[in-house]
T-cell receptor, first 115, second 112 residues
Framework: KQEVTQIPAALSVPEGENLVLNCSFTDSAIYNLQWFRQDPGKGLTSLLL?????REQTSGRLNASLDKSSGRSTLYIAASQPGDSATYLC??????????????FGAGTQVVVTP | EAQVTQNPRYLITVTGKKLTVTCSQN?????MSWYRQDPGLGLRQIYY???????DKGDVPEGYKVSRKEKRNFPLILESPSPNQTSLYFC???????????FGPGTRLTVT
């Protein structure tokens, strides 16, 4: 069964510092990987989606990389701001036909950016 | 506005009283899914649907039922709720090509 791990569980950085968030998965047979942001008591907001054939995706200050062979994805947030404070989750979609619609989520990394 | 809506947003009920949480999307998405989120356990998938009349179990389907009679709606049914189903529930949808999921605002359910 696919296991998705996010380390660290929590992270505090001063404003302006770059953020590096990690996501690891045990089964490299994935269809895609998606990064989300969740604010307290709110739903999930999609940040970036990386298909299994891609190595990275970029949107503004965000960059996500994917290394399927090593089972890792990294989300980089450049020049962090207090508004980036949230919990960041990664989700992996199974790449095998018998689990086509299944997703596994990591437990998330809670980020605090201090002014 | 493209969105996934859930109703109700908050619900307190008693053990054994059947309830339905509705989910609707206006993006013509083929794929829809239900998750529950619990502290320390993260998000876990309950059921998903690849299209109308096509549903399958996720990792934690026990105690839940779903149906997909229309493309836009994917209700979650708890026939006999128990306290261990107290949780925050999310519905999500996506196109079948990309599987980029869009989430609803969540339903906080308390079963006493």
């Amino acid at each position: 069964k696919q296991e998705v791990t996010q380390i660290p569980a929590a992270l505090s950085v001063p404003e302006g510092e770059n953020l590096v968030l990690n996501c690891s998965f045990t089964d490299s047979a994935i269809y895609n990987l998606q990064w989300f942001r969740q604010d307290p008591g709110k739903g999930l907001t999609s940040l970036l989606l990386i298909q299994s054939s891609q190595r990275e995706q970029t949107s503004g200050r965000l960059n996500a990389s994917l290394d399927k062979s090593s089972g890792r994805s990294t989300l980089y947030i450049a020049a962090s701001q207090p508004g980036d404070s949230a919990t960041y989750l990664c989700a992996v979609r199974a790449g095998t036909t018998d689990s086509w619609g299944k997703f596994q989520f990591g437990a998330g990394t809670q980020v605090v950016v201090t002014p | 506005e493209a969105q996934v809506t859930q109703n109700p947003r908050y619900l307190i009920t008693v053990t054994g009283k059947k309830l339905t949480v509705t989910c609707s999307q206006n993006m013509n998405h083929e794929y829809m899914s239900w998750y529950r989120q619990d502290p320390g356990l993260g998000l876990r998938q309950i059921y998903y649907s690849m299209n109308v009349e096509v549903t399958d179990k996720g990792d934690v389907p026990e105690g839940y039922k779903v149906s997909r009679k229309e493309k836009r709606n994917f209700p979650l049914i708890l026939e006999s709720p128990s306290p261990n189903q107290t949780s925050l529930y999310f519905c999500a949808s996506s196109f079948a090509g990309s599987y980029e999921q869009y989430f609803g605002p969540g339903t906080r359910l308390t079963v006493t």
